[in-house]
């Protein structure tokens, strides 16, 4: 009993020791990841501030002593690139470390790669930061500081237009356009922003910034870069409006990003009719939800961007107009339902995308023609607010939306949407 007692006793102590020692490996590990973090967050506070003081040297001060000439011209690059940019905020934030494998590399010393977040604001025209996610690699150098090694050892990163050349800015009234283009071009583009703003506002009201911002890329592959996407699923598109669904935050300014090759094959009514377009999408964005059905948010959109042109519909549809005429007798079966979200997936010219928007252009057209303009806005306001508690499928909001706003459901709004198309598109010219 004895001896069981002591042999006891013996493994218990032998037990906590072990168990202590794995702890005091873990503290340790724990402060070392922390030091590393620190380190990090100073080199990259560092570096915000001189990017916001625009000084190069600063910048180069935050590499590491081994850096590839190729780093350090980019930081250069930079700060040249943002020269005219007016910058409110600049600043990181670190999101993870041992974010991806480093691969080796010789001669390098401790190193740690990092995701970081980038969040900036354009003066006069950002509330709320914009974010940008970084893949940096940073080293130990031998004063301990944690400095800045490579930034392309990963993929994945956002990229954003000063990363692809010096950037030239053009302020109007209501818009700042950031472009790689020519300064005639940037011009023209910010003196159709500043006609679209008014526009939208009198259809949505004051409740958004009234502001936008334009993003002129010079060639498409700079387009599908900052998009992070395929050029060519886009071909047909001359710009987006991209930002964050929802969130009912009006101060975030959405940008449009505008593809130069189907910009520049655009006439003069095509271009207006684009950037009001777009600039709808900036002045709904917090009400728009994933369950906003995309022929609601391109047809309001449209609907908006083709007021006040005296375009009658055959001339605002005119791929649409064919196909009805083609299917003669069959033409109600165009028009069996609404368009579907995936009806809006593609990018490239073809009369199918183009139908979808006319569809939803047409659909628009019959709220605010039967019902008045304040019921197309009061739709779109329902169906953002009957999704939010998450209780309906998006087929149940979107009828029970037009219940509360037009008195009919989904089926009944199709049937007077249906005859209506087929009232303005085969009568006789």
């Known amino acids: 009993m004895l001896l069981y007692a002591g042999g006891a006793v013996a493994a218990g102590v032998a037990g906590t020791t072990a168990w202590q020692a794995w702890a005091d490996a873990r503290d340790d590990e724990r402060v070392a990841r922390q030091a590393r973090a620190d380190g990090v967050l100073r080199t990259l506070s560092q570096r915000a501030a001189a990017v916001l003081?625009?000084?190069?040297?600063?910048?180069?001060?935050?590499?590491?002593?081994?850096?590839?000439a190729d780093l350090v011209r980019r930081q250069h690059e930079l700060i040249a690139n943002l020269a005219e940019v007016p910058l409110a905020q600049w600043s990181y934030?670190?999101?993870?470390?041992?974010?991806?494998?480093?691969?080796p590399a010789v001669g390098a010393g401790d190193r740690v790669a990092v995701a970081v977040e980038l969040d900036y604001r354009?003066?006069?025209?950002?509330?709320?930061?914009l974010t940008a996610i970084q893949n940096l690699t940073f080293e130990r150098g031998g004063d301990g500081r944690w400095l800045l090694s490579a930034d392309q050892d990963h993929p994945g990163g956002d990229v954003l237009l000063w990363d692809l050349g010096p950037v030239r800015v053009v302020r109007g009234r209501y818009s700042l356009v950031l472009g790689l283009r020519d300064q005639a071009t940037l011009a023209a583009l910010g003196a159709e922003a500043d006609q679209a703003v008014p526009t939208v506002s009198g259809v949505w009201g004051s409740g958004w910034g009234q502001r936008t911002v334009l993003i002129a890329p010079?060639?498409?592959?700079?387009?599908?870069t900052l998009l992070g996407a395929d050029p060519s699923a886009f071909s047909g598109i001359a710009a987006v409006c991209t930002g964050e669904l929802g969130s009912a935050d009006a101060r975030r300014t959405d940008r449009?990003?505008?593809?130069?090759g189907a910009w520049d094959s655009l006439n003069a009514l095509g271009r207006r009719v684009v950037v009001t377009h777009e600039t709808t999408h900036v002045a709904t964005r917090a009400q728009t939800e994933q369950w906003t059905p995309r022929w609601l948010s391109e047809g309001v959109?449209?609907?908006?961007?083709?007021?006040?042109t005296g375009r009658s519909p055959r001339q605002t549809t005119p791929e649409l107009t064919a196909a009805v005429a083609a299917a003669g007798a069959r033409a109600a079966d165009l028009l069996a339902a609404l368009p579907g979200d995936a009806d809006f997936d593609s990018g490239t010219p073809g009369s199918g995308l183009q139908q979808a928007y006319q569809k939803a252009w047409f659909a628009c057209r019959s709220?605010?023609?039967?019902?008045?303009?304040?019921?197309?806005?009061?739709?779109?306001?329902?169906?953002?607010?009957?999704?939010?508690?998450?209780?309906?499928?998006?087929?149940?909001?979107?009828?029970?939306?037009l219940r509360t706003t037009l008195g009919l459901g989904t089926a009944a709004f199709t049937a007077q949407w249906r005859s209506d198309v087929l009232a303005a598109l085969q009568k006789a010219p």
């Open 256 to 260: 449009i990003t505008v593809n130069p």
């Open 301 to 308: 959109a449209d609907w908006t961007g083709y007021l006040g």
């Open 53 to 68: 003081a625009r000084d190069p040297r600063a910048l180069t001060s935050t590499l590491a002593r081994n850096a590839p």
């Open 122 to 129: 354009l003066t006069g025209f950002d509330e709320q930061a």
């Open 218 to 224: 010079q060639t498409a592959d700079q387009f599908g």
């Open 93 to 103: 934030r670190l999101l993870a470390l041992d974010a991806f494998p480093l691969p």
């Open 367 to 401: 709220v605010a023609l039967r019902y008045g303009q304040p019921k197309l806005v009061a739709l779109y306001a329902a169906v953002a607010a009957d999704g939010r508690d998450g209780r309906l499928a998006p087929d149940a909001v979107l009828d029970r939306a």
